[in-house]
C-alpha cells in the first residue's frame, strides 16, 4: 500500500500555552530570601538578637511565603491560558517504508 493509498487521521486538539511551575515556586522563594535579607540587615533591630538569628528566622518565614505566593501565580496564570486556548486539527503522517533514516 503506498502512501498516497493511506488514509490520513485527522484529530482535533487543544493547543495553549501553560507555565512551569517550579520556575515560579524557585523565583518567590529568592525573593522571600531577599526579603528576608532586608528585614535583618536593612532594618534597625533589637541588639539583644543576632542578626543571623534573626535572618535564619524570617528567611524560612519569607521564604516559604514567596514561594507559596509564587504558585498561586503560576495557578492564575494557568488559569488564564485555559481560557486563551485554542483548537486546531492535526493530521497524522505515516512514515514512509523505503529504508532511508534521517
Partial sequence: MSFEETPAERREVTVRRAPRYVPFLVLGGILGVAAAAFVAYGLPGDPSFDRGSVFGFFLVMFG???????AVAALVLDRLSVKRQRRAIVEAVPESDDGAQP
Fill in 64 to 70: 516559604a511565603a514567596g514561594a507559596i505566593l509564587g
